[in-house]
């Protein structure tokens, strides 16, 4: 699920076809762990990835994406023990959409998400899919209209990179509404508040929360004997993901001083490839604390309003960081970084206040 | 917690008090007492303080139970009865604390749910993986042979070890709790060990279909690893041993913060609750006056204690009469044992929280 930040416009009828592969890829991380991690280019639509955790006699499974039905077959191919635990790293629909589908290929599956999750779902992320299954088609089509015209969003002409990214995102919206709007909403069995810690044999599943991030529902899975983590979408790549209203970018930099304190050898991020270094996550951490501070930093000198203390919080090199030379990466770090993370910090800041 | 009760029964016996209706031993028997709608007790009639209760509370999606006992035939009994009662698997068991009572029958309960899954504390996951190689086998029936042998001794010789004669009313006592040992020795053979499988550390909400069930560790009582399950929709309290009738079962307890435990759980304001043993309650007033005992041990302890002291100094200073008549109502079998569950383990707790020389539990 992408957070929108762009009002659709055009309203056209879909005309790319559906995706020819399941859009991920197995990687095996070794000692039956297996991430299955998406392919796609980066774009403002995303599906997520998923953890595979085989065991002696079972299986869990980190999130629960649209790509939940092509996930189970290729985790048949894998093993055919059933999967006891899926867990939700949070609410939004790329990580719990899912469920059903799991839930009917292994009617045991006991669903774990962190406690609020469960009221998340019935307010704030059915507002989300409503929003969502309204203005997907519409932005796809304008995606569409963009590059018949050979222009970006921002009506410049378009890039080699712009229309790969362009074409993925109408794919992905494609494969959002063949899934979702009929897909049935499963609630979690398990709320855990601090976490639980599954036991087998001498492998321990730690799911744990840490502090709100991404949202205030984030838990994380990590293997301490393997040094493995899956971070749910408190680690997203190539630029975090961040809503307004979902995410609360000021706690943001010690929950993930808390996840870089495991020492983790390798990240599973949400969105993005495997990680085996915390530069990336260190880098996150560093992004948020800044704008943190420049929020804080703005307000003392007397920015009042949350587009004064836009004019004065500086992310262009935290852009050059996060987006390279990519006009791709700088659009997202434009939309899913600058306009969201700033206003979160704001609100979360002012909400102190009180 | 057998040693103990044979000791209380033997201690009855001298006494020249009729000990309550226990007296054949094996195959246990239960009694099922329907607690409210979908939970269900199973609670061991013979020797009804011996073997932790059992709880089922039956979902629309799944069955979880709470504690599975002390003896493998009956916990695959209690199993084989909750098929009959629903249809639904039971897929989870929360193991109260880590005392054998209480999760020895894991194994049976999986034998009929293949898909079961046990939970537990962190302390009480440690404490049952440690028990492992011990608790069943010749390890278990060497701790039972070693419990009995006085028994079989004044059985033989007709003379107790300071040499003076056994009267008819001991040694009819001892003869019935030798047998129990005899049947215990068998069910050593029976045992097979069932881990935990998912631990938390404080809070785990179970969604069953239709019924929630709440399993809260609220701090050190019984022992440092106490659970209890709250049924919020029905305001039922399942509290392993942390609460236990007809005298509270404080063998290597934290007093002091059990109370605080005990004051958690009031203010739950439950009004049906089913203790780690002894029968099915409907209103609060035993669960206060545990409380209130554990409050007045603790403030006594606390007022009396100088550094130095010893425990049996410490004891000589605490003063639980009131109570002991009040849990007893003169009854002598309960005053005996409330006089030595308290007078002594619960002093002794007390003794080390206050020293600062806490033994740790299990030795």
């Not at chain 1, 836009?310 to 990519?326: I, M, N, P, T």
């Amino acid at each position: 699920m992408p957070i929108f930040a762009l009002a659709a416009a055009a309203a056209m009828t879909l005309a790319a076809p559906a995706p020819p592969a399941p859009g991920f890829k197995i990687e095996p991380l070794g000692g039956g762990i297996y991430a299955a991690v998406r392919t796609d280019p980066p774009g403002l639509m995303v599906d997520a990835n998923s953890l595979f955790i085989v065991n002696e006699a079972d299986v869990i499974v980190v999130d629960a994406p649209e790509a939940s039905a092509d996930m189970i077959a290729a985790l048949r191919k894998l093993t055919d023990k059933p999967v006891t635990y899926l867990v939700n790293t949070h609410w939004h629909d790329d990580h719990v959409i899912g469920n059903a589908a799991w839930r009917a290929a292994y009617p045991g599956v006991r669903i774990v998400a962190e406690a609020s999750l469960r009221a998340y779902m019935a307010s704030t992320g059915a507002a989300n899919r409503r929003h969502m299954i309204e203005g997907a088609p519409p932005f796809a089509a304008q995606m569409q209209a963009q590059m018949d015209q050979g222009k970006n969003l921002r009506g410049e002409p378009i890039t080699a990179e712009e229309r790969a990214s362009y074409t993925s995102d109408i794919a992905l919206v494609r494969r959002y509404m063949q899934v979702v709007p009929q897909a049935e909403t499963v609630l979690p069995d398990l709320d855990v508040e601090d976490g639980i810690v599954l036991l087998r044999g001498r492998r321990r599943i730690e799911i744990r929360y840490l502090g709100r991030g991404h949202t205030a529902a984030d838990l994380v899975v990590w293997l301490p004997m393997e040094r493995i983590v899956a971070t749910g979408d408190l680690v997203v790549w190539p630029v975090p993901l961040v809503g307004a209203d979902q995410s609360h970018v000021r706690d943001w930099p010690q929950t993930l001083d808390a996840l870089l304190a495991l020492s983790p050898a390798v990240f599973v991020p949400g969105h993005g490839p495997v990680l085996r270094s915390a530069d990336y996550p260190r880098a996150m951490r560093d992004l948020f604390a800044d704008i943190d501070t420049q929020v804080d930093a703005a307000r003392a000198a007397g920015a009042g309003t949350l587009q004064d203390v836009r004019k004065r919080v500086d992310l262009a090199a935290f852009r050059v960081r996060f987006g390279g030379d990519s006009k791709v990466r700088q659009f997202l770090f434009d939309n899913y970084v600058a306009a969201p993370a700033v206003e979160s910090a704001w609100r979360d800041s002012v909400v102190t206040d009180h | 917690m057998l040693g103990l009760i044979a000791f209380a029964a033997l201690a009855a016996a001298d006494a020249g008090i009729a000990t309550p209706p226990q007296k054949s031993w094996g195959p246990y028997t239960y009694d099922t007492v329907k607690v409210g709608d979908g939970v269900y007790a199973f609670i061991e009639t013979m020797h009804s303080i011996v073997s932790g209760n059992v709880i089922a509370v039956i979902g629309t999606r799944s069955i979880l139970v709470f504690d599975t006992g002390q003896h493998p035939p009956m916990a695959h009994a209690i199993a084989e009865d909750i098929k009959r009662l629903s249809d639904k698997p039971v897929r989870y068991i929360a193991v109260s604390h880590w005392h054998d009572d209480h999760w020895v029958g894991n194994a049976d309960f999986a034998a009929v749910y293949p898909d079961v899954q046990v939970l537990a504390h962190p302390f009480t996951a440690a404490q049952i993986a440690e028990r492992r190689a011990t608790f069943a086998g010749a390890p278990c029936k060497a701790l039972l042979e070693k419990q009995v042998k006085p028994m079989r001794d004044e059985l033989a010789s007709g003379k107790k070890a300071d040499g003076s004669p056994v009267s008819d009313e001991r040694r009819k006592a001892l003869a019935v709790e030798a047998a129990g040992f005899d049947e215990q020795e068998k069910e050593c053979d029976q045992m097979r060990f069932r881990g935990v499988d998912l631990t938390f550390e404080s809070k785990l909400a179970i969604d069953l279909g239709g019924r929630t069930v709440e399993l809260m560790h609220l701090g050190r009582g019984n022992t440092a690893g106490d659970i209890v399950a709250w049924l919020p929709e029905s305001k039922t309290l399942l509290t392993g041993d942390l609460l236990v009738h007809p005298f509270p079962f404080a063998t290597q307890s934290y007093i002091t913060e059990w109370a605080a435990v005990m004051h958690k759980l009031d203010a739950l304001d439950a009004t049906t609750i089913v203790p780690g043993h002894g029968p099915v309650m409907h209103d609060k007033r035993y669960l206060e006056d545990v409380a209130a005992l554990l409050d007045a041990l603790s403030a006594q302890a606390h007022a009396a204690y100088r550094p130095g002291m010893t425990a049996d100094e410490l004891r000589s200073k605490v003063d639980f009469s009131a109570f002991s008549d009040r849990f007893s109502h003169g009854e002598r079998f309960i005053k005996i044992n409330f006089d030595y569950m308290i007078g002594q383990p619960a002093i002794d707790r007390l003794w080390q929280e206050l020293s600062g020389q806490w033994k740790p539990e299990g030795e």
